[in-house]
Structure formats: C-alpha cells, structure tokens
C-alpha cells in the first residue's frame, strides 16, 4: 500500500481506540477494543487491528500520536498529546462550528470550551475520583443489574428522578440499595442517577462557560439518559457523534498528520 496514514491512540481505563486518517485527513479506519489489565498490549493490539483492517503496515504510517490515561504505553509513538487537546482537535473536526466539548470517560470527565478556529481557550475536569464516570455507570448499570445499553432507555421511562446525594462510587452504590430497599423503581434511580451526574457535569461547565455547538464525547455519550440530562442542566443542546468514543482518537490521528507535514517542512515550526 503506497498511501501514507496517520495513526491516533487513545488509551482510556476502560477501551483502546486506534484510528487512522490519510493525507487529507479522512477516517479510513478505525478500532474500539477493551483496555483490559496491559495497557501496552492494548495498544498494540488495537494499532496492529486498525492497520490490519486497512491492508497497511506500520511502515505506511507517517506518524504516531497517543493520548488517553495510557498513551505512555504506546510504543513506537512519535508524541504523547493531552485528551483535552485531542478530544478538542476531534470534535472541531466532525463539527467545525464546536464551540465546547463534554467528554465523560471512564475514570474522568472534562468541559472544553473551543474558539472560532478550535483552539482550546478554557477547560475543567473532573479526575480527582471516578464520580460520574463510565465506571461509575458501570458500578451503577451491575448493582442494578440493567445492562449498559437499557441504562437509558429506562431512565427516560421514569415518571420522576430518585434523589441521590452523592456521586462518589461507594456511597451512590449504598444509597441506589438503600433507595431498592423503600420500594423506589429501578427507572426512578437510574432517572436520579443520571441527574446527578448532569450536575457534576454542569459545575464543571459553569466554571468554564459554554456557548453552542455543545458536542459530547467519550463513551458516555451513547447513554441517552445522561446526555438528556446534560442538556437540561446545562440548558444547552448537545450533539452527539456517530461515534463518540474515537474522537479523542481521531484527534490524536489528525495531530500526526500535521506532525509528520511539519517534520517534513521543519521551517514551519510546530
């Protein structure tokens, strides 16, 4: 294969995603697979897999650049990039009028307010624990015992949302039992969960201030519960990728391609 490619690696606590872009910067590729508990043979999977798919080698490839909680773990990368970059980087490209962007991953969640170009001008996160996170959905989705793609589905069938005070994993998980024990309906409390995660999300986003177009990203965003709760919280409209979970990845791909063009034309800068 003589077209030159570009890889992207996102490393998160929960999936490894690899895409690959080509000179003009269109996906040709892309792969979401497990984390599990190596991270570099993570890597090394999904970035084997992707090219695998495309018919190419890592010969093809003109650059690498990882992000994610676990892009050390990429071997062979040209550059380790910030998620905050990369998810910005992404979402500017799907949508080039992004003017903020909600990424929920699986141990953190992050509010990036974007200018007119995609420049990253302000950002929060949330990395202190795993409230509000895809881990704690998943803690959330098995104590329940509501499979992940039911979470919001079911949410929006309540008639009103279960009160639930905290966002910190253990003591949800004993207020969501406790909440089981006085009768309340599985659709009440996962309705109350996804609330309190929309107001975690909007004390991130007051501080950061946001302004359409809202996109959110991370694998989060394919819970309709919580994204519908975002919205009314943070009175805004959120669009949601086809596939919210490459975007980072996608960012990262598109950071390799203006590394490998600039490494060729170093006069440049970068």
Request: charged share 20%.
């Amino acid at each position: 294969m003589d077209m030159r490619l570009y890889a992207g690696v996102d490393i998160g606590s929960a999936t490894a995603k690899a895409v690959l872009v080509d000179a003009d910067g269109i996906i040709r590729e892309y792969i979401v697979a497990p984390s599990g508990g190596n991270l570099r043979l993570a890597a090394d999977r999904v970035l084997a897999g992707v090219l695998e798919q495309a018919g190419g080698r890592r010969a093809d490839l003109g650059a690498i650049v990882a992000t994610g909680y676990g892009r050390e773990s990429v071997a062979d990368r040209d550059k380790s990039v910030t998620e905050i970059a990369c998810h910005a980087k992404g979402a500017y490209a799907l949508h080039p009028d992004a003017r903020a962007v909600i990424d929920i991953g699986g141990q953190d969640s992050k509010v990036i307010a974007l200018d007119a170009k995609g420049a990253v001008q302000k950002f929060e996160m949330n990395d202190k624990c795993a409230a509000g996170t895809g881990r704690f959905l998943e803690v959330m989705a098995r104590t329940l015992e509501v499979p992940l793609d039911d979470f919001g589905p079911r949410a929006h069938a309540a008639d009103m949302p279960a009160t639930i005070s905290s966002t910190c994993t253990v003591f949800a998980e004993s207020e969501v039992i406790s909440l089981l024990a006085q009768g309340q309906s599985v659709e009440r409390i996962l309705a109350g969960l996804c609330l309190a995660i929309s107001q975690r999300i909007n004390s991130l986003a007051s501080r950061v201030g946001m302004t359409p177009r809202v996109i959110m990203t991370g694998g989060v965003a394919r819970n309709t519960g919580v994204v519908r709760a975002v919205e009314k919280a943070i009175g805004l409209p959120i669009t949601v990728p086809d596939n919210p979970q490459i975007v980072g990845a996608l960012g990262a791909a598109l950071l390799a391609r203006i590394h490998d063009a600039r490494r060729q034309a170093p006069e440049q800068g970068f």
